[in-house]
């Protein structure tokens, strides 16, 4: 089963995709989908909008697990991440991949058994599900990871 990961954002959309047998998951590739503050919000969402259609075009995944928006500190970009994740949803319903949604406390729940972990821990038990030493710059593209292997795991526990 391939799962696209995806940590939404107006800015940076981080997105991973994970191979899983129901054993061990597999990081066959991610990166992130960066959109220029100096363009116009509705550019910057058919930006994000073209790059995901891309890359759900090329890497087929069987099912997508992304972040819920449940709570932002900051209102004034609650709403930008709003609409990237709309936009982000609207792909993978496109194409028919099934939505599995996860707050930022599920994740860390799933992956720390903690749900206030902070981003090391989490960076860490991502390496050691992934049993590597080394992940990709972003902590957005990190996220993205954490999201999809919280579905594998999710997905045991059903």
């Known amino acids: 089963m391939k799962i696209l990961g995806i940590d939404p954002g107006m800015a940076i ?3 991973s995709v994970i191979e899983y047998d129901g054993n061990t998951p597999v990081l066959l590739h991610s990166g992130s989908v960066q959109t220029s503050k ?16 891309t890359i759900v075009e090329k890497y087929k995944p069987d099912a997508a ?12 970009t609650v709403m930008p991440v709003a609409h990237a994740r709309g936009v982000i949803l609207t792909v993978l319903e496109k194409f028919k991949i099934p939505i599995f949604e996860y707050t930022p406390i599920e994740v860390k729940q799933v992956l720390t058994g903690y749900g ?14 992934l049993q590597t ?21 999710s997905i045991m526990l059903k």
């Open 13 to 15: 959309v981080g997105y």
């Open 116 to 129: 206030r972990a902070d981003k090391k821990e989490v960076e860490q038990m991502v390496k050691i599900a």
């Open 38 to 53: 100096d363009l116009k919000e509705s550019q910057r969402l058919l930006e994000i909008f073209n790059d995901m259609n």
């Open 65 to 76: 697990a992304i972040e819920k928006l449940f709570f932002f500190r900051n209102h004034t």
């Open 133 to 153: 030493d080394t992940l990709p710059k972003l902590d957005d593209t990190v996220d993205s990871i954490a999201i999809a292997i919280c579905h594998t795991r």
